[in-house]
């Protein structure tokens, strides 16, 4: 069954999202799950050499005290989830155009899952600067890339324009929030949702497969 995952890097939701999947998955041994990551800038605002933190954040929400309660509910999810959240330690809002182009390419070659991995961690537990291409690189390196390519392909333009095109293709068509799955290209769900209802999702799109 193909799993349309609609996400960016940088929302949180997305990870708690990524893992209540992975619990979901865990349950259903009787579908094969392709999972394929697309993607979706929550502000493509930002520029490409990024934003500082307490300034992205002051200037989205009014201050940092008003989205401590959205953090700390989220560091209680996580915990559940196996996520250690460290929100202060994010010193950079990135442009996740780069992050994408990479889950891209690893896509290509059956690696995605382990990328997306790296980049949520990386930036929710370690603070890791997204903007920095070698950090990308990194990310990519240890995913099974190779390296030394992935950082010339940064260095370049490749796909900037393809990823732009499906980004906005996804905002497009409706999708307002993330993480947004397609499950078997017939059932939406919308929001980082409990694995009961991701599996209802999963019954459904057979469902509609057999009829």
Same mark, same amino acid.
């Given at each position: 069954?193909?799993?349309?995952?609609? #996400?960016?890097? *940088?929302?949180?939701?997305?990870?708690?999202?990524?893992?209540?999947?992975?619990? /979901?998955?865990?349950?259903?041994?009787?579908?094969?799950?392709?999972?394929?990551?697309?993607?979706?800038?929550?502000?493509?605002?930002?520029?490409?050499?990024?934003?500082?933190? =307490?300034?992205?954040?002051?200037?989205?929400?009014?201050?940092?005290?008003?989205?401590?309660?959205?953090?700390?509910?989220? =560091?209680?999810?996580?915990?559940?989830?196996?996520?250690?959240?460290?929100?202060?330690?994010?010193?950079? %809002?990135?442009?996740?155009?780069? $992050?994408?182009?990479?889950?891209?390419?690893?896509?290509?070659?059956?690696?995605?899952?382990?990328? =997306?991995?790296?980049?949520?961690?990386?930036?929710?537990?370690?603070?890791?600067?997204? /903007?920095?291409?070698? *950090?990308?690189?990194?990310?990519?390196?240890? $995913?099974?890339?190779?390296?030394? /390519?992935?950082?010339?392909?940064?260095? #370049?333009?490749?796909?900037?324009?393809?990823?732009?095109? %499906?980004?906005?293709?996804?905002?497009?068509?409706?999708?307002?929030?993330?993480?947004?799955? *397609?499950?078997?290209?017939?059932?939406?769900?919308?929001?980082? %949702?409990?694995?009961?209802?991701?599996? #209802?999702?999963?019954?459904?799109?057979?469902?509609?497969?057999?009829?």
């Amino acid at each position: 069954m193909t799993i349309d995952v609609v #996400s960016d890097v *940088v929302c949180p939701w997305c990870y708690l999202g990524k893992r209540r999947l992975e619990a /979901t998955l865990a349950l259903r041994k009787d579908i094969v799950p392709e999972i394929r990551w697309r993607p979706f800038f929550l502000d493509p605002t930002v520029p490409r050499e990024g934003k500082p933190r =307490v300034d992205y954040i002051t200037g989205k929400f009014g201050s940092l005290e008003r989205i401590k309660p959205a953090h700390e509910r989220l =560091v209680g999810l996580g915990k559940e989830a196996g996520i250690d959240f460290h929100f202060t330690d994010i010193e950079k %809002q990135p442009n996740t155009l780069d $992050a994408h182009r990479l889950i891209n390419w690893a896509s290509a070659q059956g690696k995605a899952d382990a990328v =997306v991995e790296n980049l949520f961690a990386d930036f929710f537990v370690n603070g890791a600067n997204l /903007t920095d291409r070698s *950090v990308l690189a990194d990310i990519g390196g240890r $995913a099974g890339l190779d390296r030394k /390519t992935v950082l010339a392909d940064l260095e #370049s333009d490749k796909d900037e324009e393809l990823v732009r095109k %499906q980004a906005h293709a996804a905002s497009a068509s409706g999708i307002g929030g993330v993480p947004f799955y *397609v499950f078997g290209g017939k059932v939406a769900v919308a929001g980082a %949702q409990e694995p009961e209802m991701l599996s #209802s999702a999963i019954d459904q799109a057979l469902e509609a497969k057999r009829a």
